[in-house]
């Protein structure tokens, strides 16, 4: 099963005495051996996920993939396909052991390596998941101890730029707050709003405190792009489908300036959002330097029954549609931050979205990047990350024991021929005249 098929078809300690390799401001430039689109960003990412299931087991996947012990190799791979970026960063958990308190001797060489090999790092701070000392995103201390952890990441290593402080806050508060399964295992539409409340103003008190370590910032806000069709012409499947397609939008709404629709905006109230959170939440910040990353997978369109439960839609609309609602919406550059599918289906996929991205950039949008996401298969991902089974989803570039999947050869061979003359080049058209030259 696809990493996120699950999401759709349910209803509804001591300060580090290890300081590594000095940090500086330096930025590095793309390896010359990858043309690419001026700017443009080819990534891959580290499964980072590492939320509590039921009973209080973190699910940690960069342990359960291997790269905890195997991140030089790791890193590696990904360096020598061509990309230019990676979506990386470590367990909140491990480097945050208690207020006010970092660790960061899970980080320090890792950060090291991948400062000095030139690629972008676009750090992710928050994936799924929070310290054991915090009550999940239910707790009301959460945004100002984020923000401390973000600020003493910043500081930590000035030469990162780019940074998503949150990651997909959406899906976060659905799995945690709505459907039951992760952390605070709340499962009720007050507990989604205050989920909702408190990782958005996380985020933008988070962003205050980057960018005044690293005023030049560029904020890469994550998020799973979704669309919601009624089942049928019934009031209820209507409706349904009506609240997720207003749903899927609060997160950035309260974050990006927007007004929620007012079915969210009940909700919040109940939850204790309050006119000064509104007020707060409005302020711009990083103007100008904010990009939007784009989740798309092959489930992130669905058909919403009378009773609220989902399917897949039967006709997606892809990619360039979907994505194109959202920049209409908030005016954002965009960058494809995660796509994948399992490797019978991997080569095909890939080509359909670079298609879907080409006609992105045809439309005039502008599309700072695109990413093959995660490096590494994964595990578990099929039932969510509530049990524990070792069951491999091979999604990634390359598989558990590191060697590739076919995919990561046609990555490889678009990422090397791609130029401002071949935008539209195929994937496949390129893997195959890699392999015949």
Known sequence: MHRRSFLHYTSAGVTAALVGCTPSITRYSAPPASPTLPGMLFATGIENSYPRIAGGTRVDQMDTSGHSTRWREDFALARGIGVNALRYGPAWY???????????SSADEQMCWLRDSGMTVIADLCHFGTPDWIGGFQDPSLPAHFADYASAFARRYPWVRHFTPINEMFVAANFSAMLGWWNECASDHVSFARALRHLSLAHEMAIDRIIAERPDAIIVQVESVEGFQPADLSAGAIAHARFWNDARFAALDLTLGRVPAASVRELLADAG??????AYLRTARARGRRWLGVDYYVTSEHMVGADGNKVAAKRRLGLASLATTYHARYGLPLFITETSRVASHALAWLDEQWAETARLAASGVRVHGFTWFPLVDTTDWGHALRVVRGDVDPIGLYRLDRSPHPVAGAYAALIAQVS???FGTSPLAAHARARSG
């Open 273 to 278: 959002m309050t006119t000064a959170d509104y």
């Open 420 to 422: 401002d003359r071949r």
């Open 94 to 104: 491990r480097t945050n052991p208690a207020p006010g308190r970092y660790d960061w």
